[in-house]
């Protein structure tokens, strides 16, 4: 009996770590980044040396914080692992980021022990959050009342033209190459929103290595048809129109 062609050995995708592109120059500027990107690019000349970056999740904080950690030697440190004893350890280079800051993680008496020795040590202090300062329900006043003196810079959510670079710049950081047309195919039918973006192309890049096939609009129209990220707006949409 002849025997059958075997098929190709399909690919299993590894689960290895993505290495986002970090540096000042990988920032994507936009007029919704502008502030918080001038007070980046200030530092050292802050007019207050403790100051929170806000904007939803994927919008940027953590690229500005990482590039203001470089610049200044400052330790990072997740708001949920601060605890009071390691306060003097956490600012013993005299910047810290902290990232992150949510009332529901972190340690009321930790986080104003530290608002308050980095003011007496004139330490730079930069925090990151999802939703202002301020506006947190906290148990002790006083942390409430510094946390409302805290300078506020806030990052708008993507535009279309910012989420299309930002598509470009997640793919080139998987040394993913992409056509524009790929890349507008995917802006129109993915949340708008950079979280949205980074799902969008984590998935098409494991359906990518599953299938070993390069990126292109046929492969994000079978990923978004089994389930990849949709947006409401556009959930009426045929992912193979135009194909």
Not at 25 to 32: H, S, V
Not at 95 to 118: G, I, K, Q, Y
Not at 141 to 149: I, K, N, Q, T
């Amino acid at each position: 009996m002849p025997r059958t062609p075997a098929e190709p050995p399909r690919q299993l995708p590894l689960d290895l770590p993505n290495q986002p592109a970090l540096r000042r120059e990988d920032f994507l500027a936009a007029p919704g980044n502008a502030a918080a990107l001038a007070l980046i690019d200030a530092f050292p000349d802050w007019p207050s040396r403790v100051a929170c970056l806000v904007g939803p999740e994927g919008a940027g904080k953590s690229h500005l914080a990482a590039i203001f950690a470089e610049r200044s030697g400052a330790l990072t440190l997740a708001a949920s692992d601060l605890v009071r004893e390691a306060v003097p350890a956490a600012l013993a280079r005299d910047a810290l980021v902290l990232e992150d800051l949510d009332p529901a993680t972190f340690s009321e008496p930790a986080l104003f022990h530290l608002l308050n020795l980095a003011r007496e040590q004139q330490a730079y202090l930069l925090m990151t959050a999802r939703t202002p300062p301020s506006g947190f329900t906290l148990a002790t006043a006083d942390l409430a009342s510094r946390l409302r003196a805290i300078p506020v810079f806030e990052i708008a959510p993507a535009d279309d033209s910012l989420l299309a670079a930002v598509l470009v710049k997640l793919f080139a950081d998987r040394q993913l190459a992409v056509d524009e047309a790929t890349v507008q195919y995917l802006l129109l039918r993915i949340p708008r929103s950079v979280a949205g973006a980074q799902r969008i192309v984590e998935a098409l890049d494991q359906a990518a290595l599953a299938a070993r096939r390069p990126v292109t609009r046929a492969l994000a129209a079978q990923v978004l048809a089994a389930g990849g990220p949709t947006d409401a707006a556009h959930a009426g949409a045929d992912p193979d129109a135009d194909d």
